[in-house]
């Protein structure tokens, strides 16, 4: 057989280019979810799909399903896929690279005239993204059932039209899509494969394992708004012992978290703890000792007890903080998303094709959520494909080299065709 990244990487390279050219938005590309960007995401990924004689079936919710039939048509099918959009001014590979490695097996397969034992089907989801309406994941919780309808009147961050008018402006149904009932059969889904650029430095420091398996996606635990209350005084005139100092009780809280996380890591937990807002009042002053401080929290783990024990600690922490600096921490409720796994034999899959054909690989878990996620939660078996990337994702400068992407897109390729020869 051909060698797979030399014979495929000019397709995808040529795939890469000319979405990015179709989306650029000054030094990134911009594709709103449900925004012409997208669709153009999509509108060529249908144009491909006749080319390759694909079967083309659109969900309710704008997810495109492309499917090469395999010899037995009862067997569920191998499915593989990700996201078409972006965050506002991002790069190109967040998404793409999952939906491009998709294709670029689907291209692969006709090339070689490959007949699978099961269907071979590629998933390109809606709006993944966050950032214009403030819900992520918008298209696989449709497909999965569990978009709830009070999220589609959430309001675009610029235009103020709500998600369902968005979302019937491009054609769709968002009343089916917030029915509460999965949009297709996921039980005809054998293994959902998402191959995803990593997004954090680890893979790119590797000289030679630029590639991973994901053992696992993290849940988080997530305050939006906390505060500490002390009491505002003159910097000058008040002495510590007199002091309710609100920033220097956070402060304390924060480096104590910090101890004990580097504590829990040595131990062997997985955990990631961030305070990414803190704010004192519009009034603080520097001549002034700030009388409150407000904050908000994430902490991350593919174990949602260590999550909770960590955070039990935390608020412990700042009890005794609170009771010796006569200040108080108030606590908003906790948001939680939970963690989710990845199906041992789909990850088995990927590390059996990676040790045959000579792919290295390093495993780790996934400290962002993806699509991928949503699926496993509604109980389709995931894995997911990690791919090296360069400074970091969700802006302008993310990059990744195309040779990084052909390994692992040759990982998800292998995976595919010896699915069922294991
Ligand atoms: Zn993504």
């Not at 280019?17 to 925004?35: F, K």
Request: glycine share 10%; aromatic share 6%.
């Amino acid at each position: 057989m051909t060698d797979f990244r030399t014979a495929a990487q000019p397709f995808a390279a040529a795939f890469f280019d000319d979405i990015r050219r179709e989306s650029r938005d000054g030094p990134g590309v911009s594709r709103q979810g449900y925004g012409p960007h997208e669709e153009y995401v999509h509108e060529k990924a249908r144009t491909l799909a006749r080319e390759l004689g694909m079967e083309i079936d659109t969900d309710p919710a704008g997810n495109l399903w492309l499917t090469r039939p395999g010899r037995d048509r009862t067997l569920p099918a191998f499915v593989s896929g990700s996201h078409g959009d972006s965050v506002p001014q991002g790069g190109n590979y967040d998404g793409l690279a999952g939906v491009c490695a998709a294709l670029t097996v689907a291209w692969m397969l006709e090339k070689e005239n490959v007949q699978l034992e099961r269907d071979y089907r590629v998933l390109i989801f809606r709006m993944e993204e966050s950032s214009w309406f403030g819900r992520a994941y918008v298209g696989s919780l449709a497909l999965t059932g569990s978009l709830l309808p009070r999220e589609l009147e959430l309001r675009h961050r610029t235009d103020g039209r709500t998600l369902a008018e968005t979302v019937a402006a491009c054609g769709f149904d968002p009343q089916v899509m917030a029915g509460g009932r999965p949009l297709r059969d996921l039980s005809k889904i054998a293994a959902f494969v998402e191959l995803h650029i990593e997004q954090g430095p680890r893979l790119d420091a590797s000289p030679d394992r630029r590639t991973a398996v994901v053992t696992g996606i993290r849940g988080n635990l997530r305050h939006k708004i906390c505060r500490v209350v002390g009491e505002t005084a003159h910097s000058g005139a008040v002495d510590r012992e007199f002091r309710h100092d609100a920033v220097m009780a956070l402060a304390e809280l924060l480096n104590t978290m910090d101890r004990h996380w580097k504590a829990w890591l040595d131990r062997g937990e997985d955990l990631v703890f961030t305070a990414g807002v803190v704010n004192t009042l519009p009034t603080a002053a520097i001549a002034i000792i700030p009388g409150e401080v407000s904050f908000g929290l994430d902490m991350r783990s593919l174990s949602m007890e260590t999550i909770r024990a960590f955070h039990a600690l935390m608020v412990e922490e700042a009890e005794r903080i609170g009771a010796e600096r006569g200040v108080r921490f108030e606590w908003d409720d906790v948001l939680v998303c939970e963690a989710s796994g990845v199906d041992p034999a789909v990850r088995a899959a990927l590390e059996s094709a990676a040790g045959r054909h000579g792919i290295p690989v390093q495993t780790m878990p996934s400290g962002a959520g993806h699509d991928a996620a949503v699926l496993s939660n509604a109980g389709v078996p995931v894995g997911m494909i990690f791919v090296a990337n360069q400074n970091g994702s969700h802006n302008a400068r993310e990059a990744m080299d195309i040779g990084d992407f052909m390994a692992g897109c040759e990982l998800l390729w292998h995976t595919v065709c010896d699915f069922d020869l294991r």
